[in-house]
């Protein structure tokens, strides 16, 4: 059934994926050939079989990487087919999800288990309010941005990057979230210097909130302690904001208009198993804005 170019291309990106798995942060990939492209095209035609890979040129690169978290450190012979050919990729924290995620929920309070103390407060959306839509979501953090709805009816919003531990908090034995919760933190909120709507609002709790989960950084983790569950977060927060900046698409989407539409075109793009009014989800509508974002920053 597979087509020769997808017989090529899918085992390449699973062992790539493998290899990533393997890599701590920082550590590297290196691909090379001293004979380069050409060679390796002129062995493939003799001998598909035998010689079943092509050396990748710069695009089969960018789309075998594009939902791993690796970065192109260094590259000769990518473009030209007789140059000997090395390619070093990087492990970074943070992958773009292949299928990026909306939430929109009302805040529930937290479970007072000292986010505050940790430093970290956050805006917590429980899975229930989203039906079972989050169930096959893996544990995990994730990064992305965030909008809290203060007043109704209000233009021009912040959006801020946000870090989220999806999951059930396993560090606290014991006192494990009950079901899987979304546990947002604004990365750069502050009340003190934030707009006077925000100001007189208080704090987000209760309040709508908006979610979009652009990127993948790391697994849920039981941590042996508060200290050292609070300095991954800082960690977490750090590599979030720098992924805000410089990874595309996820920089690219903070402009997406379900972050920045007025609360009454969001129906517009809510899907039917809606629990309620507050509460809307949506992952199936985002290649279009993904594939133009990508093409302006080529
Ligand atoms: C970025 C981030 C990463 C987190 N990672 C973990 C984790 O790996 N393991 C864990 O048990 N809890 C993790 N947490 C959840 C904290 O345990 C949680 O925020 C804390 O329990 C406070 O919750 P509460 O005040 O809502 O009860 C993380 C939280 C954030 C914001």
Redesign the pocket.
Known sequence: KHTASRRLILPCRAALEKATGLLREDGLIILSHPLGRGFLRRLHEKDPIRVPHLLPDAAMLTSLTRFLPLDLEYCEGLTSEEDPFIVVLRRRPVAVMERPLFLRGKVA????????K?G???A?LPSSEFANHLEDLPV??YCGWAVVEYSPGETDRTVYPM???I??????EG??NTEK?V???LIGYNPRAASVEEMSAGDFYGKPLRLLITGR???????DGFLE?RA??AT??ED?AHASEAIEPIRALKDHPLLRCAEEDLPLFVGVDQVSQDCCWREDFLDVFLMEAESRAE
Do not use: C, H, M, W
Not at 109 to 116: M, V
Not at 167 to 172: H, R, V
Not at 217 to 223: A, I
């Open positions: 309070s937290g479970f007072g288990r000292g986010s505050k940790l970290f407060p956050t917590n995990g953090v870090v989220a531990n999951g059930y908090s396993p560090t606290f006192q494990e919760i546990e947002a933190y950084q790391r697994p849920e983790l039981k941590f569950l991954r977060i977490d927060v979030a």
